[in-house]
């Protein structure tokens, strides 16, 4: 069975070619969250990148091309994705999930756990013993993505606005951000503030922990405040009932910043069983093929 597994994020995609489940050939490229409207050119993106893979395998078009995109947690984004991939006419048939489904998928090679994601956004995606999903969070940076990047780096933001206002303690936040915003000077700063993409936000997460690893006391507070958030996801979405927790995303990827402190937090103190192994959501893409079969 030849299929195409995707992994469209926020801010990057792959696109992976899988022939009998061995992986043949990928290629990576800019993502951008799915929203209604958007489907035709994520779709025409995707086949883009998915149309040279195939010249590598044995047939032009997949078996089954499996989606998880990022913003396609709702039926309405999905459905449209799926009938902008069906015109594109690069696979017999199409899956459309949210991203973090395909990387539950991959962690677990389909049995039941918890997924706790946290890049630009965060998300619990879970799946248990009778095969249920559950999501918490994903809502976007306006009503959820609690201890992502963005929300981190939202909060640095804050913290550094707060003490030049004189209404917030001194931190060390100023020097870490602005070496990444390249900025110098709090104008600087809040004219770049103004006018930061959702992802140029999230790429200040790091510096926030930096920072906090560093001894500054606002960005502790403000890391300590993520990962409870982090963790109250993945209890809330299954970890609490005895699922097994992965951890996966830019922020708890394997010797990134958050791993440890969230992987230590959910064994101490909620007794959750935590694997850290790195994770490749394209991998779930041959796993929900073989699952999606029609009977």
Not at 223 to 228: F, K, L, S, T
């Amino acid at each position: 069975m030849i299929v195409l597994g995707a992994d469209l994020g926020g801010t990057s995609v792959r696109v992976v070619l899988y022939e009998d489940g061995v992986e043949r050939a990928r290629v990576e490229g800019i993502g951008g969250p799915m929203r209604i409207g958007l489907g035709g050119r994520i779709a025409a993106k995707l086949a883009g990148l998915a149309r040279p893979l195939l010249s590598r395998s044995t047939s032009p078009r997949a078996d089954v091309f499996v989606v998880g995109a990022a913003g396609a947690g709702r039926e309405a984004e999905r459905d449209e994705l799926r009938s902008a991939l069906e015109r594109e006419r690069i696979a017999w048939r199409i899956v459309v999930i949210g991203d973090g489904e395909l990387a539950r998928a991959a962690a677990f090679d389909g049995e039941p756990g918890v997924l706790l994601t946290a890049g630009t956004g965060s998300i619990a995606v879970a799946a248990d013993r009778s095969g249920t999903l559950r999501r918490v969070g994903g809502l976007g940076w306006r009503m959820g993505d609690q201890g992502s990047g963005y929300w981190l780096g939202v909060r640095g933001l804050e913290a550094i606005g707060a003490m030049h206002d004189g209404i917030g303690p001194a931190t060390h936040l100023v020097e870490t951000i602005s070496q990444v915003t390249k900025t110098a000077g709090i104008a600087a700063l809040v004219r770049w503030s103004t006018t930061a993409t959702v992802a140029e936000v999230a790429a200040l997460g790091p510096a926030v922990v930096t920072a906090a690893d560093q001894g500054d006391r606002p960005a502790a507070t403000i890391v300590a405040e993520a990962v409870d958030a982090l963790c109250r996801l993945a209890l809330a979405a299954g970890a609490g009932a005895g699922l097994p927790v992965a951890l996966g995303g830019g922020l708890l990827a394997p010797g990134q910043p958050l791993q440890r402190r969230v992987r230590d937090q959910l064994v101490t103190r909620h007794h959750v069983d935590v694997r850290t192994a790195t994770i490749d959501p394209c991998d779930g893409a041959p796993v929900l093929a073989r699952a999606s079969r029609p009977s």
